[in-house]
């Protein structure tokens, strides 16, 4: 080891460990349908249906600060995170596994206030909260959460299948939960050095919401359903929508056009942009933690989706030679490049 060269996490980021940590891995069971790459892992256990597993974990300093997170809510998005990777592939949630690293300075009462958040996750959503795992931690909490789910086989929806022409399409609206997170740091801030601040935060409470309670887009999928569309791809968007959009372009090996001007964000997500001099746009792309569904669907699809007030259409799969091209407000091309939610290069 004394002289091999060191490589600081930053600076090939998380998905840059993630590949290199799952190179040369191989699958050696039939029913593993599919591994390491999407939102979650395809077991073919019985005949019709695909199952599906994911994981997620919350670590108290980087994925949730408790001078400002109340501990229900933790308890409550750590559910939905995961949740929201069973819906990125079709999937409906049914089971999960939660387990937590406890620091000492948390008393019981603490740890039932962020259970009863899992509970109401898990009635809100119906899922069997079937086991986990306790231990003491000598440093932050952490909660890491394993999400059971299934799709019949013919819905599965991986982020690799998008086709030639297909329409790029967006529930909700985005950079929300990004604007929540810095008016909450910015009053935690304030608060820190006047503990006597009383600040009014109601006309923030809708992305206020979106930072801190999340919810998973389960309507879509069975919107989905009713529709009887099956999308030709899909992601959540829980990294930012360029991350996602990169992630889409790569897994399918196709290049995508964006309109920004086409990019859904709330009004009051644009007007707390502009108080804190951010572009609203930028939020969208570059934030993260929506939980939004970003999916592709055939261009015979549109008529089904396009009434029912759920779908934006933000562009479409192109064969131009940029993989992933925004279009700007004025008209500019840009090459989008991942910038979005990464823990390891973040501040
Ligand atoms: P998401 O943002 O949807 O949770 P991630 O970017 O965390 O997805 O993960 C991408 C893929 O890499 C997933 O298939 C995930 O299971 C896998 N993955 C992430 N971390 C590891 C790890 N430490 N070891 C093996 N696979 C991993
Ligand atoms: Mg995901």
């Not at 891995?25 to 199952?51: P, Y």
């Not at 920004?260 to 969208?284: M, Y």
Request: hydrophobic residues 35%; neutral net charge.
């Amino acid at each position: 080891m004394a002289n091999r060269k060191f490589t600081t996490i930053s600076k090939i980021g998380e998905f840059g460990l993630i590949e290199r940590l799952s190179k040369n891995i191989t699958n050696r069971h039939k029913e593993t349908r599919l591994g390491i790459g999407d939102d979650a892992a395809v077991l073919s256990i019985t005949k019709d249906l695909g199952h599906l597993v994911s994981t997620d974990m919350l670590v108290e300093g980087v994925h949730f600060n408790i001078s400002y997170s109340p501990l229900k809510h933790v308890g409550y998005k750590s559910i939905v995170v995961n949740i929201s990777d069973i819906c990125a592939m079709n999937g409906f949630p049914s089971h999960a596994l939660v387990s937590i690293a406890v620091p000492n300075k948390y008393s019981v009462e603490m740890i039932e206030e962020i259970y009863s958040g899992i509970k109401l996750a898990c009635d809100n959503f119906s899922i069997d909260l079937i086991g986990g795992d306790t231990t003491a931690s000598v440093s932050t909490l952490t909660i890491s959460i394993t999400v059971f789910g299934s799709t019949q086989n013919s819905k599965l929806t991986y982020r690799s299948g998008a086709k030639l022409n297909d329409l790029l399409v967006v529930t909700g609206d985005l950079g929300g939960a990004y604007l929540g997170l810095q008016i909450l740091e910015r009053e935690n801030s304030i608060f820190q050095k006047n503990q006597l601040a009383q600040p009014d935060l109601s006309p923030y409470s809708q992305i206020l919401e979106r930072q801190l309670k999340p919810e998973p887009r389960i309507d879509i999928i069975r919107n989905l359903n009713q529709l009887d569309v099956i999308p030709t791809s899909m992601i959540d968007v829980s990294d930012g929508l360029s991350s996602e959009l990169i992630h889409l372009s790569n897994s399918s090996q196709k290049s995508m056009k964006v309109f920004a001007d086409k990019i859904p964000v709330s009004l009051i997500t644009k007007k707390t942009a502009k108080e804190l001099n951010l572009d609203p746009v930028v939020c969208a792309l570059h934030g993260g933690e929506d939980y939004e569904l970003l999916l592709t669907i055939s261009l015979k699809d549109y008529q089904k989706i396009k009434d029912t007030g759920l779908y934006t259409p933000i562009g479409h799969i192109s064969d131009q030679k940029n993989k992933v091209e925004l279009i700007t407000s004025d008209n500019k091309p840009v090459n989008l490049k991942n910038k979005g939610w990464d823990s390891f290069t973040k501040d």
